[in-house]
Each structure stands twice: as structure tokens, then as C-alpha cells.
């Protein structure tokens, strides 16, 4: 079954970094659209990058455009999302996920399946 592993979250002040890393089973990774998603108590849960891992094309939502970058290191099956300007709205926990490449790009969000287990990312001074 397949496998997703999310790592790097943690606690950062208001305008810092982090990187979150997600390392992919083959099986997963196979799908060929990977994401990041993030979820507060009480709300649904959002998609905010995706990248299609074949060619690299990349997808954000407006709520982290120009913040977030998604990359990806295919031998090592793993997805990135540089976080930079962090602000507290982008408390939460973030999730890796996966979605079929279709040929309609990896913007679609409800596409996505297959969760990792997900990192805690705070922003607070």
C-alpha cells in the first residue's frame, strides 16, 4: 500500500521559513501530481501547491502565491514546499498528498487521495 511521510514542520515566528518535506512510495509517486494541503480544527481542508512530477508544472492557491514553492526530487521521490514570509493564518497542519495525472494539470484538489500523516506548522510570535 502506498506511502506518504511528511517531515519539517515546527514552530517559526511571523515573516520566517520552513521547508516540508514529503517522501513518496513508488506506487504513490507513480501518479505523477503530488500536493500539499493544510487543515485548522474546524475547517476543511485546503490544497495550496501541486506540482506534476513528470515535467514540474506547478499550481498554488491565491492564499500562498509568491510565499510557497512546491519542487520535487524524483530519484529520491520526495516533494518539497519552501515556506517563506510565514504569517499565523498559515497555522495548521499540512498534509502531502497524491492525485492520477489525467492531462488536465494538478490544480484540481478533489482529486487528491492518499494522506500522509501530516506535520504541524505554528506561526506565532
Known amino acids: 500500500q502506498g506511502q506518504l511521510v511528511e517531515s519539517g514542520g515546527g514552530s517559526v515566528q511571523p515573516g520566517g521559513s520552513l521547508r516540508l518535506s514529503c517522501v513518496a512510495s513508488?506506487?504513490?509517486?507513480?501518479?505523477?501530481?503530488m500536493g500539499w494541503f493544510r487543515q485548522t480544527p474546524g475547517k476543511e481542508r485546503e490544497g495550496i501547491a501541486g506540482i506534476m512530477t513528470l515535467f514540474g508544472p506547478t499550481y498554488y492557491a491565491d492564499s500562498v502565491k509568491g510565499r510557497f514553492t512546491i519542487s520535487r526530487d524524483n530519484a529520491k521521490k520526495t516533494v518539497y514546499l519552501q515556506m517563506n514570509n510565514l504569517k499565523p493564518d498559515d497555522t495548521a497542519m499540512y498534509y502531502c498528498s497524491a492525485a492520477k495525472w489525467d492531462g488536465n494539470g494538478c490544480g484540481n484538489w478533489l482529486t487528491y487521495h492518499s494522506w500522509g500523516q501530516g506535520t504541524q506548522v505554528t506561526v506565532s510570535s
Open positions: 513508488e506506487d504513490i509517486y507513480r501518479n505523477r501530481c
